[in-house]
């Protein structure tokens, strides 16, 4: 065999699989694989009028995640996601996906004519849809079930055994091709959830051995409460932690809003970059202090909403510096943190710390504030700790905090 002759691909008996390991496994994701393995089966005469997958995911937001196709929808998809309290509601409990997920039983249901049996309330509105006979297939992962089919036609007679036996014949090679989409996308979103999408993407890629790095120019966000230790001394620690949450979801929120990305939670600190890679320094400028001032807001706007139920009202400090940084893997030979050092890291961590001294909420370099727009009021210039630079610092007209320390 020479270097030009292709390589022989075995043939399959059952055409269904046959595409399935040649077109289907050459999908990008499984909205793909939806979408062209129903045209496929339309094509090839299977009187199919809607399709959906439903999968299980591992996302802080969503348990599970359904891809829905409709014959007559120019082949798209159509994506819903549903939270972790769909398990505990009437529209699963009384689904016929229930006995699939939990039994890994498969429901066939007549919707018209003197078989029907509507016992399940989806099924009501799939007849009224003009559906005629709908299936229910699970698909077994290697863990177990973790995804479900469902087959529907509009057909007066419904679905032909030979159908059911096709469809089912094609569900093990399908679970395989589906797993791998699900894994992908579960990888993505746990190192998306706890070390930040571009961090993520770049482990995906490979840079995940230690020493690996780039130099990378941001503007540097680090926030952190004042008095939050003697907090935990009052309180229980599930009452920390809710306060916690509530404090850095309004952190977090604008800073994403606004282009930035979350690096790192530290105890009660917050690392977030604005990388300027695709955007102008002024442009990433701007958004890190329009993001503080949103921040700013959505803080005061949930203080006056707590001070009704006797809820401790929270100080922080919110610092803004650009720089250089290191950007890349630090740690021990196998635990490893994707995270940014350098000075201007060290900076702007002394820059918050400054927010206690000087008493304000906001406190921004001359770094940043030559690029931005709206008026920054300067505070002087101050030596900062461990540092040895004297520099100056900048804050919002509007948003001095004159309370003292809580420390």
């Given at each position: ?94 689904s016929p996906l ?111 051995k230690r020493g ?140 918050e710390e400054m ?53």
């Amino acid at each position: 065999m020479t270097a030009d002759t292709p390589v022989p691909t075995a043939e399959c008996f059952d055409p269904d699989v046959q595409w399935l390991v040649t077109t289907g496994r050459t999908q990008a994701g499984a909205r793909e694989l939806v979408a062209e393995l129903c045209k496929h089966l339309v094509a090839t005469g299977l009187p199919l009028a809607r399709m959906m997958l439903s999968m299980r995911t591992l996302h802080p937001l969503v348990a599970a995640r359904g891809i829905f196709w409709r014959r007559g929808n120019a082949g798209c998809t159509e994506q819903v996601d549903r939270g972790h309290s769909i398990l505990g509601e009437e529209v699963y409990l009384r689904s016929p996906l229930r006995p699939a997920y939990e039994q890994g039983r498969a429901v066939r249901r007549r919707l018209v004519g003197p078989d029907a049996r509507l016992d399940f309330p989806v099924l009501e509105e799939l007849r009224d849809e003009g559906l005629t006979d709908y299936l229910v297939l699970p698909v077994r992962f290697t863990d177990g079930v973790q995804a479900v089919t469902t087959w529907a036609t509009d057909r007066a007679e419904g679905f032909a055994e030979a159908d059911i036996a096709r469809l089912r014949a094609l569900i093990p090679v399908l679970a395989l091709l589906i797993e791998v989409h699900a894994r992908r996308e579960v990888s993505s979103t746990l190192l998306d959830t706890y070390i930040g999408g571009a961090a993520g993407r770049r482990v995906l890629n490979g840079q995940i051995k230690r020493g690996d790095n780039e130099t990378i120019r941001a503007v540097l966000w680090y926030c952190d409460l004042r008095g939050f230790t003697p907090l935990t001394e009052r309180m229980d620690g599930a009452s920390v932690i809710r306060i916690l949450n509530e404090y850095f979801e309004r952190m977090v929120e604008p800073v994403r809003q606004r282009g930035g990305e979350v690096l790192k939670f530290i105890g009660d600190a917050m690392l977030a970059i604005f990388p300027l890679a695709e955007r102008d320094v002024d442009i990433a400028c701007k958004a890190a202090l329009k993001a503080a001032r949103e921040a700013l807001q959505s803080m005061q706007a949930h203080s006056q909403a707590c001070a009704e139920c006797g809820v401790p009202d929270l100080q922080f400090g919110i610092a803004l510096h650009l720089g250089d940084v290191i950007f890349g893997n630090i740690g021990a030979p196998d635990r490893l943190d994707f995270t940014v050092i350098g000075p201007a890291v060290n900076r702007v961590v002394r820059i918050e710390e400054m927010c206690r001294t000087l008493q304000h909420e906001v406190l921004v370099s001359a770094d940043v504030a030559r690029h931005v727009d709206e008026p920054l009021v300067s505070v002087g210039r101050h030596v900062l700790r461990g540092v040895g630079e004297t520099v100056e610092l900048f804050t919002l007209p509007d948003h001095v905090d004159t309370r003292a320390a809580a420390e």
